[in-house]
């Protein structure tokens, strides 16, 4: 199971309290404008492949996962901890997705909380310690909201109780129930835009890239639906198809990811298939080289601290650039030759 590691996202559930509970909260993002991102419109890329030892294990304990079968995902995030120690910060992350999940009807708060902590006790280094704290405070947040609920309900039903057995008090008792009913709505209410916000995280793997220039926008897509979506840069001169080598222009068309960087001077970078027969016939016909060495990648090393910034200008010599853990993330969800395809 391949998951969201940098807008976290989780639905989280409660028990059976007469009528549907929804729960609320919101997460907000400030951005900040940074002329320091001039030293990145003058660099180029260089990439270099790796593979993934365990991808196949895990890509079965994520078919479990979507076909419902929990408990037999969960025992092989086990098989996987023990075969491949390294990915334990994975494994455990991925298993408290798990006894979280709403779809999950012997999920297990508790142990949820267990695996994200002993995540961030473990794995200090961890990519995925940062978001762990976050599922940690999320899945508290909500549990201590059900304990308020739960304990005001049964107010009210005590209260519901004394209007049976008082009568001529039932008026002033009714004004306390319904005061209390408020409360109760009000942090249902709160919930529910909580789980809105926190939502599950992608399972994909995707099976498609599409990147739409005119948006700055790429997202991933599984089986038709949407997994993911980042903001983006581009090359310097963003509008209009690559037509020759040095034109600053990111490709239009269908490509597919042919290779990949572990080492680039870009954090990570994944390959795109440009150009394709269509470029190269182009450029012939012009007496032009269709360029290449397009990429997905992230914010060139040393740069990392420009964030979501670095989105403010196409700064690229023509490839597509993400931020370093969104870049992470790309490459987890998508497996060699997943079709990219760019529109204008």
Aim: hydrophobic share 30%; proline share 4%.
């Amino acid at each position: 199971m391949a998951l969201q590691s940098s807008n976290i996202m989780l639905t989280i559930t409660t028990p059976n309290m007469g009528k549907k509970q929804r729960r609320a909260g919101r997460y907000l993002s400030l951005f900040f404008a940074c002329i320091l991102l001039a030293p990145l419109l003058i660099c180029g890329c260089s990439h270099l492949n790796e593979g993934s030892q365990a991808r196949s294990t895990f890509i079965e304990a994520n078919d479990l996962f979507s076909q419902g079968n929990y408990k037999a995902s969960l025992g092989i995030y086990q098989q996987i901890i023990e075969k491949y120690p390294t990915a334990g910060d994975r494994v455990l992350f991925e298993m408290g997705i798990i006894y979280s999940y709403p779809g999950n009807t012997q999920k297990d708060y508790q142990k949820s909380l267990e695996c994200f902590q002993k995540l961030i006790k473990d794995y200090p280094e961890s990519e995925y310690r940062k978001d762990s704290a976050l599922m940690v405070f999320n899945i508290n947040t909500v549990i201590v909201k059900d304990k308020t609920i739960a304990a005001q309900q049964a107010q009210i039903e005590a209260l519901r109780q004394e209007v049976q057995s008082r009568g001529n008090e039932s008026i002033d008792l009714r004004k306390k129930i319904e005061s209390l009913e408020q409360v109760v709505r009000s942090k249902e209410n709160e919930i529910a835009t909580l789980k809105k916000e926190v939502i599950p995280f992608p399972t994909g793997p995707a099976d498609r890239i599409l990147i739409e220039k005119k948006d700055r926008r790429l997202t991933l897509i599984s089986n038709g639906k949407a997994l993911k979506t980042y903001k983006i840069a581009l090359g310097g001169n963003p509008y209009g198809p690559k037509e020759m080598q040095g034109d600053n222009k990111t490709p239009e068309g269908t490509y597919s990811i042919d290779s990949r960087n572990k080492d680039s001077r870009y954090h990570l970078s994944l390959h795109i298939s440009y150009p394709n027969e269509n470029d190269k016939k182009r450029a012939k016909q012009r007496g032009v080289s269709p360029g290449g060495d397009i990429m997905i990648h992230g914010i060139k090393n040393g740069f990392s601290w420009a964030g979501d910034l670095h989105s403010n200008v196409d700064w690229t010599k023509g490839c597509i650039a993400v931020t370093d853990e969104e870049i992470e993330e790309i490459d987890r969800l998508t497996p060699q030759g997943t079709i990219v395809e760019i529109r204008p």
